[in-house]
């Protein structure tokens, strides 16, 4: 290192005025980085054609030399502690990308086969008389497919909307008693125990206790969406509980303390003053136990059923939702000798249901930010 | 308004821990009163008793009688919250409740317990409790920002003129200037010396020189060692105290010598 940077000084000799600092190193040219990019995906490219070119090859050839080769010359030139700094560095982006691969890949795939399905007649119909005879008729004339997600939209819409009114009212009020009330005594240990159980549960049981429940109570064939929406809850609730409690704990003691000064009661210090302060994250912490559960099939299948046709009462009937139409779509199709209208509408479910959820998630970092605390002089 | 308060035989808890023993003290109204003594000696708990915060503390208890005219605060049938109601406390750190603006900080204490208020009776009282606080010119042309927005200095006295809206007969005050810059002190300290017209004061503070520029009496609490209970050693005029003081204790302890 030393025998580079004295030649580099011998090669461009500085003004005698000025004498070199002695606090600095050895520092790679802007383009030294890019430069070795380059050649790691040239040389890549090459040895990934020696032994049969595949993108997957290539790209593993060029980002393992990219790494050795840029962490080798960082070490030359900048010394060694940079040559480690860089390596990982290196190493993190590449994770990165890797992790952002399945992600790329699925939403590639949902938007270039859910496109072509994606139309107003699949938004605002439902699959009610479209059978089997009316796909092949539809492949044999080449028109465009008939039949769409509506009443499984709804269903979602419904189903999900009544699984947050019973999770949220529980799920807060557990974790305001486990912070506010419980002060670590038997019953709060107890209730943070069980929730912990409860966030294990899979999600086909939770769907078995909602029908078994029901059929007790209702009789066997007790299948509707309110069932479905009780079965979705059980996964809900130790979510909401688990998000809430924790932004209920690190709302300041201080605030607490300064509403008790003012000779505020208990309740309402928690009404007006510690929920207000954690608001955006209740809210955002709920919304992504929403987005957790609109996609669960299982449950689902064994509480709400199957249903073609709209139905908008969640006390009465079978339902679909978004999940349980892809899996129906998928593997018994409408006609099972035509099965390309079937498909094609399955993908199209699943890219709405991937936009509802991104929607979702949208949604909960406006909530975070209309409800946080304000700013501002 | 301004209330009298005497302590007989107090004794103050954290679970089994006696944390304060026998403290009986006499403050007189329309004064302001000073704690004084090492950290750890409990004239903040002492303090946070007034007004029965204590209890707020998982294990918080007290044994003997607290008076306020004459009325037991300990007393069966009494109710923390009206306690509270009528002895405000500022604390420490300054802490305006980041979701609400100065102004409704300052309405907190009428708002946050269901209170209607007229729009022209609310903009009245808050005119009043921060001219009460000396914050008025301040803060007049943006009363609807947000209170997390002020200097340190401007927010513990938003908090004092929350205090004040409430209308209390006396104000506590947990080391107020601790966390604040000389020229934020000096404008709190003038503000006691307004408040005392009208309001008991007691204020707990580490600064001595504070003690003896603020305050009328001075209590000088002490501790034998760690895990003892803290003790009253003294109270007395500040002046005597500060000049004069009866006790080898405290002559040690605001001569520099101790602490």
């Not at chain 2, 109204?29 to 004239?43: D, M, Y």
């Amino acid at each position: 290192m030393s025998v580079m940077t004295s030649n580099k000084h011998s090669a461009t000799p500085t003004p005698p005025s000025r004498k070199r600092n002695s606090l600095s190193k050895g520092k790679l040219p802007r383009w030294a980085v890019p430069a070795t990019a380059a050649g790691a995906i040239i040389i890549g490219a090459a040895l990934s054609t020696l032994t049969g070119f595949s993108v997957a090859t290539f790209a593993i050839y060029s980002a393992v030399l990219f790494v050795i080769a840029a962490t080798v010359i960082t070490s030359v030139v900048e010394g060694k502690r940079q040559g480690r700094n860089a390596m990982w560095t290196y190493l993190i982006y590449g994770s990165f990308l890797l992790a952002l691969i399945p992600l790329a890949s699925v939403l590639y795939t949902v938007l270039e086969k859910g496109l072509p399905g994606m139309s107003s007649h699949f938004l605002f119909t439902s699959m009610n008389g479209v059978t089997g005879a009316v796909d092949n008729q539809t492949v044999a004339d080449g028109a465009p497919v008939l039949g769409g997600a509506y009443h499984a939209l709804m269903g979602t819409l419904l189903i999900t909307l009544w699984a947050t009114v019973i999770s949220v009212p529980v799920g807060m009020l557990t974790a305001i008693y486990l912070v506010e009330y419980g002060k670590n005594g038997p019953l709060s240990k107890a209730i943070t125990f069980f929730v912990d159980v409860m966030t294990g549960i899979p999600s086909i049981v939770a769907g078995l206790f909602a029908a078994a429940f029901f059929g007790l109570i209702l009789g066997p064939n007790a299948r509707m969406g309110i069932v479905a929406a009780v079965a979705l809850s059980v996964l809900m609730i130790p979510t909401v509980v688990r998000s809430t409690e924790e932004m209920l704990k690190i709302v300041p003691n201080e605030l607490r303390e300064a509403a008790y000064a003012l000779g505020v009661r208990r309740w309402r210090t928690i009404l007006k003053v510690v929920i207000p302060t954690a608001i955006s994250g209740i809210a955002s912490g709920v919304t992504l136990a929403i987005a957790r559960v609109i996609g669960e099939t299982a449950p689902i299948l064994v509480t709400a059923g199957i249903a073609s046709q709209i139905n908008t009462n969640v006390f009465a009937n079978w339902m679909s939702t978004l999940p349980t139409f892809i899996y129906y779509q998928i593997l018994t199709p409408t006609s099972p000798t035509n099965i390309d209208p079937s498909v094609q509408r399955a993908w199209a479910a699943a890219l709405l249901l991937i936009l509802m959820v991104m929607a979702l998630n949208l949604g909960a970092r406006l909530i975070a930010s209309l409800f946080a605390p304000k700013k501002g002089r | 308004m301004a209330k009298r308060i005497d302590v007989n035989a107090l004794n103050v808890y954290y679970s089994k821990f006696l944390a304060v023993e026998d403290i009986s003290i006499n403050i007189e109204p329309k004064s302001v009163t000073a704690f004084i003594g090492p950290s750890g000696c409990g004239k903040s708990t002492f303090l946070r008793t007034l007004n029965r915060m204590h209890e707020v503390i998982p294990g918080g208890r007290v044994e003997g009688e607290v008076l306020l005219d004459g009325d037991d605060l300990y007393g069966p049938g009494v109710d923390p919250v009206t306690v509270r109601s009528q002895i405000g406390m500022v604390f420490q750190r300054p802490n305006p409740f980041p979701t609400m603006s100065i102004k409704d900080n300052v309405l907190a204490g009428v708002k946050l317990n269901g209170k209607k208020i007229s729009r022209s009776d609310a903009d009245s009282l808050v005119e009043k409790s921060l001219r009460g606080a000396n914050l008025w010119n301040e803060v007049k042309d943006r009363l609807d920002k947000p209170g997390s927005g002020l200097s340190g200095g401007q927010q513990q006295r938003l908090c004092i003129a929350r205090t004040i809206a409430v209308k209390p007969d006396v104000i506590l005050m947990d080391e107020p200037c601790s966390a604040l810059d000389p020229i934020s002190t000096l404008a709190i300290e003038d503000l006691i010396n307004e408040l005392k017209s009208d309001y008991t004061v007691v204020i707990v503070t580490h600064n001595m020189q504070q003690a003896a520029r603020v305050s009328d009496k001075t209590a000088f609490f002490n501790i034998a060692g760690t895990g003892k209970p803290g003790k009253l050693i003294e109270y007395n005029d500040t002046a005597a105290i500060f000049s004069n003081p009866e006790q080898k204790a405290t002559e040690d302890y605001v001569s520099g010598r101790f602490g």
